[in-house]
């Protein structure tokens, strides 16, 4: 299993963590030690699951808005989005609890004509107030004659949005586009036209489910 490469210090230390509570207790040998030494590999393997970047593949098209995030779609709603999207746009909102693949996806191919970082605050992901007043990340990608977005929102757990996107470069659906840590959400922006897919509950999958089909 191939794991993010944000991550791999993350693993490290938990792995390094629990072979030395696993060397204590082979040395002690008490009931307290080798629970801990339990706790933290399982903390471990949890760790190592949580950083997992599987391969996805499924429909690719122009028309097509794919998944960038893992999670349950909480919120699908018609917004005013004048920054990138130039007024009216259908905000489909997907939530990442700690079990989710963190690797967000493009959803669309074209070209990054939009970059914003805004902090924030912390607040749960899946609150509607987590749209505006969280630490986010945004994203436009200009696929002329349709403009889609991707914002990365921080959550209560969630203290580091990482995007690789650049202004001006080429992206293609489907491929890498960053990762959020320990939980979060992705709202996904797309023209007001556009016939959505997936229903409140639904559990779409990054690179491989159709959120939305372009006019």
Not at 94 to 103: A, D, G, K, R
Not at 129 to 150: F, L, Y
Not at 201 to 206: E, K, L, R, S, T
């Amino acid at each position: 299993m191939s794991v993010a490469r944000e991550g791999l210090p993350f693993i490290f230390g938990a792995c390094a963590a629990a072979a030395a509570a696993v060397v204590l207790a082979l040395v002690v040998r008490g009931v307290p030690a080798w629970t801990l030494a339990v706790v933290l590999t399982l903390l471990a393997a949890w760790v190592v699951y949580f950083f997992r970047d599987p391969e996805r593949t499924g429909p690719r098209g122009d028309r097509l808005v794919i998944a960038p995030a893992d999670g349950k779609v909480v919120l699908i709603t018609t917004v005013d989005e004048p920054a990138f999207m130039g007024g009216k746009a259908t905000r489909i909102s997907i939530f990442m609890n700690v079990f989710s693949v963190h690797v967000n996806r493009y959803p669309v191919s074209g070209s990054v004509t939009y970059l914003k970082y805004t902090p924030g605050k912390f607040l749960h992901a899946g609150t509607e107030q987590a749209s505006v007043e969280n630490e986010q990340s945004a994203v436009g990608i200009d696929a002329p004659p349709r403009k889609v977005m991707v914002r990365q929102i921080a959550g209560a757990i969630a203290r580091r949005i990482i995007t690789y996107a650049a202004l001006n470069e080429r992206v293609v659906q489907g491929e890498r586009m960053g990762l959020i840590r320990f939980g979060s959400r992705v709202d996904v922006y797309v023209p007001a036209s556009a016939a959505v897919k997936v229903q409140i509950g639904d559990h779409p999958v990054a690179g491989t489910t159709v959120l939305a089909e372009l006019p």
